[in-house]
């Protein structure tokens, strides 16, 4: 039996002092970091944070399309089979335009870092490819069009199109640039040239929660004198308040529902994209598939309802590592 290991790279740009200010996304990865040491099963030690404003106690890098790619690079690349990895986001999101002659008009979604360079959908779908066979890479990515993001990604949680009522009276900033803003400051292509490829999903160890779908946005939002995503926000609510590590499907369900319930009215709705194999997987938890060998294990002890392909509702019990 292979025991994984658990790593991170969490990322949040504010933009400060610039045009496309957000506000909470420093205090989201300060949180989401405090959520998978103390609750997740992450050590310290392997967890990168790269922020664009520093905070006490948490040792960070400039969140440069650069540091970013390279720290994502780095994770993936010590990878071994069993291991959990996770890259999560806070920031801008923007769609690039696709322009193929005699193919439909088509556009390749993106994180945008703090010095407005991007990290692509395919980009992205790359780093899922280098994976060793038995590791994941859970992208939780909290900006817009995120539904896109990872290029290949099935589609097993998608939009419901249903936009709450507000309750509250919160500010709303939406996390996205429009690319024509990024291309008149950057020198960016318009993308990949080729039409993006059929991607076999078969042992894919790509899992994608998004804050939104592909064609919609996420939000900033702030409350008082409170700032964070919305996504982000009611996902950590979530995973807190259950007693045990949630499958992916159910995870993104109990977040729409939570983003209903906190009245702020985001038209945004949670999604999940992974291969079918990982859709009823424990979020971010290292799964034991050799009971045998009870030294390495803890007591089974959660048992959940999933629903498989032919719609048959069966049990899942699942094991923590010790």
Excluded at 18 to 28: A, E, K, M, P, V
Excluded at 218 to 233: K, M, Q, R, W
Aim: hydrophobic share 40%.
């Amino acid at each position: 039996m292979v025991k994984g290991t658990k790593r991170a790279v969490l990322v949040g740009c504010t933009y400060n002092k610039t045009r496309f200010s957000l506000y909470g996304c420093i205090n989201d990865v300060r949180k989401m970091n405090d959520l998978i040491v103390d609750r997740l099963g992450f050590r310290k030690e392997n967890v990168k944070v790269l922020i664009d404003e520093p905070v006490s106690g948490i040792m960070s890098a400039i969140p440069t399309g650069e540091k970013i790619r390279e720290a994502l690079s780095g994770m993936v690349e010590t990878a071994e089979a069993g291991d959990v990895l996770l890259f999560y986001f806070s920031g801008h999101g923007t769609a690039i335009p696709v322009y193929v002659p005699d193919l439909p008009y088509r556009e390749e979604k993106a994180i945008v870092t703090s010095d407005l360079d991007l990290i692509t959908g395919m980009q992205l779908r790359d780093l899922v490819d280098q994976l060793p066979g038995g590791a994941t890479l859970t992208i939780v990515a909290d900006s817009s069009y995120s539904g896109g993001l990872l290029i290949g990604g099935k589609e097993q949680v998608g939009s419901n199109a249903m936009v709450p009522l507000p309750t509250s009276y919160a500010k709303l900033v939406r996390k996205s640039i429009d690319f024509n803003v990024i291309h008149g400051i950057r020198s960016i292509t318009s993308g990949p040239t080729e039409e993006a490829a059929e991607w076999s999903l078969s042992g894919d160890g790509g899992i994608l929660l998004s804050g939104c779908d592909a064609n919609e946005t996420s939000f900033d939002v702030v409350l008082g004198e409170e700032a964070y995503g919305a996504f982000t926000n009611a996902l950590l609510k979530v995973v807190r308040s259950l007693k045990d590590h949630p499958a992916n499907t159910r995870l993104v369900y109990e977040v729409r529902k939570k983003l209903k319930e906190d009245g702020i009215g985001v038209d945004q709705n949670p999604c999940l994209y992974s291969s079918d194999a990982n859709t009823n997987e424990p979020f971010l938890d290292i799964v034991v598939t050799d009971c045998q060998t009870s030294s390495a294990v803890r007591s089974a002890q959660f048992r959940e309802p999933v629903i498989t392909g032919s719609g048959v509702v069966a049990e899942r019990t699942w094991y923590l590592l010790d």
